[in-house]
T-cell receptor
């Protein structure tokens, strides 16, 4: 059974700092990996999606890497801003075809101090 | 982007009653929708996969007779929690897979918070 772990569970840093969020998964047979942000009372917003054949994806100040063989992914946030405060979730999709749902980690609760 | 809505956003009900939650894809057709549940400080857990025009596929440990899923159209899936009990209180969130480019991406609804008294 796939398990996804995110470290740290919570993180509070001053505005402007660069930071790294970590995600690990136990079964390397994944189809892809996604990073989401979850804001209180709102749904999930997809940030980055990395296919199993890819090593990294970038979007603006966000960069996500994937090391499938070791079962790890990192989300790098550059020049953090208060608006980045949210819970960040890592999720993997099972390998193979069909309509598979996602397996999520518990998330990292991030607070960016103004 | 793609928009997915859920209704209601919050619901409080008495133990033993049934509650229906709707999930709609507003600007695209979704042959596949997913239902997740999130307990406090826990991960989102996949409950079931909803396929338009066919029976839902439930994850292990999820009672299909308790959590009824209907995906009658390409834009609507419903989850009915039958004979709800306090332990069913949770945050229920749906997602829909948009076909075509980046079809692997799931678009999530805002969630429904259920409280069973």
């Amino acid at each position: 059974k796939q398990e996804v772990t995110q470290i740290p569970a919570a993180l509070s840093v001053p505005e402007g700092e660069n930071l790294v969020l970590n995600c690990s998964f136990t079964d390397s047979a994944i189809y892809n990996l996604q990073w989401f942000r979850q804001d209180p009372g709102k749904g999930l917003t997809s940030l980055l999606l990395i296919q199993s054949s890819q090593r990294e994806q970038t979007s603006g100040r966000l960069n996500a890497s994937l090391d499938k063989s070791s079962g790890r992914s990192t989300l790098y946030i550059a020049a953090s801003q208060p608006g980045d405060s949210a819970t960040y979730l890592c999720a993997v999709r099972r390998s193979g075809g069909g309509a598979d749902g996602l397996t999520f980690g518990k998330g990292t609760h991030l607070i960016i101090q103004p | 982007g793609a928009v997915v809505s859920q209704h209601p956003s919050r619901v409080i009900c008495k133990s033993g009653t049934s509650v229906k939650i709707e999930c709609r894809s507003l600007d695209f057709q979704a042959t596949t929708m997913f239902w997740y549940r999130q307990f406090p400080k826990q991960s989102l857990m996949l409950m079931a996969t909803s396929n338009e025009g066919s029976k839902a596929t439930y994850e292990q440990g999820v009672e299909k007779d308790k959590f009824l899923i209907n995906h009658a159209s390409l834009t609507l899936s419903t989850l009915t929690v039958t004979s709800a009990h306090p332990e069913d209180s949770s945050f229920y969130i749906c997602s829909a897979r948009k076909p075509g480019y980046l079809q692997e991406t799931q678009y999530f609804g805002p969630g429904t918070r259920l409280l069973v008294l």
